[in-house]
């Protein structure tokens, strides 16, 4: 340990992790390509969705509402896209409910589960009200004072921890200086963490509408220590009260978790592809260019209903024009076979008019915890949330 005096104020410098860092530096830069990042669970890829924070460690709080409750809502929704739409994948939640996980238990949640992919999912907090955006970390060292603030707010969850020092390695999250401790183990993964972090992003910004506020690199302790392809989201602002509002609704915790699925679905496609590994859903998921709603309990979504019927009609291709994407919900001693499932009113309208030419007849319905409602009720209940 060495002290420097600067600007007035003692300042120490451990030389031993200097040292190592310099090392990891010289090492990442003359180590040989590493290949492609299969599998590793016999061609069935493993996603670990990491919902931040919970508990008694609430998060950024907004207004009205608190980070940890938000970003459960969108790891759900995200793990249940991907696991109705790509076969050849695994979804585990470190968390599905409101525990209270320490950080240190969240990658190597991740390492024992095998994880070829780990995605943490939060919500962001500024000093000014008027910042908004997205944006998509991966482990590494910026240089940006900006990019530093925003890591050691998440950081300072290991304060509730018990302990922290000894199992963090006397690791301070609110000092500067403690983060020349992190190791640059993740440059191994950092290529491919930016690969998935670049499609995230361009996906929020495409499908949510969100302000891109880039891909970026930061020393985050749940990043640090994990053995795959990793990154955090921050998927918008709990200070800025529009952004508040938009990330406690149905609809922009569907379009943030669509767009963070169809990330994930373009990364082990193509990966998969790369690899020789076919998918037995890749052809069909390209050929979507919407992804339907998936619907939680109390939610209303629109749907497109093409027939009806007193009877039960098997559902496959040819009694359907050629669609595969039809559904059967019972009504009033009928059946209604509806295609599509969306949050946005509009979006249903647009799906109606895709297929007009098949279904000329086809309409939009809303649904509601498999119930049928008139429209109009389901279009005032969606303005007043």
């Known amino acids: 340990m060495r002290i420097n005096i600067k600007n007035g104020k003692l300042h120490t410098i451990n030389i031993y992790a200097t040292y190592l860092l310099f090392t990891l530096v010289l090492i990442s830069i003359t180590a040989p390509a590493r290949p492609l990042p299969v599998p590793k669970n016999e061609g069935k890829w493993i996603i670990v969705i990491d919902a931040g ?15 940890k409750d938000i970003n459960l809502a969108i790891a759900l929704r995200t793990g249940k ?3 109705e739409n790509l076969e050849n994948v695994k979804v585990i939640y470190t968390r599905r409910n409101d525990s209270t996980l320490n950080l240190y238990d969240r990658p190597v949640f991740a390492i024992k589960n095998k994880a070829d992919l780990f995605i943490s999912i939060h919500a962001n907090w500024a000093k000014y009200s008027s910042i908004s955006g997205a944006e998509t970390y991966v482990m590494g060292i910026s240089g940006s004072e900006e990019n530093l603030e925003v890591a050691m707010k998440e950081n300072e969850v290991i304060l509730l921890e018990d302990d922290y020092t000894t199992r963090y390695e006397g690791f301070d999250p609110k000092s500067p200086e403690s983060y020349i401790i992190f190791t640059l183990m993740q440059n191994v993964f950092k290529k491919q963490s930016i690969d998935l972090a670049s499609k995230i992003q361009s996906q929020l910004i495409e499908k949510a509408k969100r302000k891109d506020r880039g891909v970026k690199q930061e020393r985050f302790l749940v990043l640090y220590k994990n053995t795959m392809p990793s990154v955090l989201i921050e998927t918008g602002f709990m200070t800025n009260p529009e952004e ?19 990330a994930c679905r373009d990364y082990v496609n193509e990966i998969d592809r790369m690899s020789g590994i076919s998918t037995n859903r890749e052809a069909e998921t390209e050929e979507k260019n919407t992804v339907t709603a998936v619907p939680l309990k109390g939610e209303i979504i629109f749907m497109v209903q093409v027939a009806s019927a007193s009877s039960r009609k098997e559902i496959k291709p040819e009694n359907f024009n050629g669609i595969t994407d039809i ?7 009928r059946y209604r076979y509806v295609t599509g499932s969306f949050s946005d009113y509009d979006d249903a309208v647009k799906h109606r008019r895709d297929i007009e030419s098949i279904f000329p007849g086809a309409f939009v319905i809303a649904v509601k915890d498999s119930e049928v409602l008139p429209l109009q009720q389901a279009l005032d209940e969606k303005k007043k949330k």
């Open 327 to 333: 559904h059967e919900i019972p009504s009033h001693n």
């Open 81 to 83: 896209y991907i696991e």
């Open 244 to 262: 508040e509002k938009y990330l406690n609704s149905a609809q922009g915790q569907d379009y943030l978790a669509s767009a963070i699925y169809r």
């Open 53 to 67: 924070h919970g508990g008694r460690d609430p998060g950024a709080l907004g207004r009205f509402s608190k980070e």
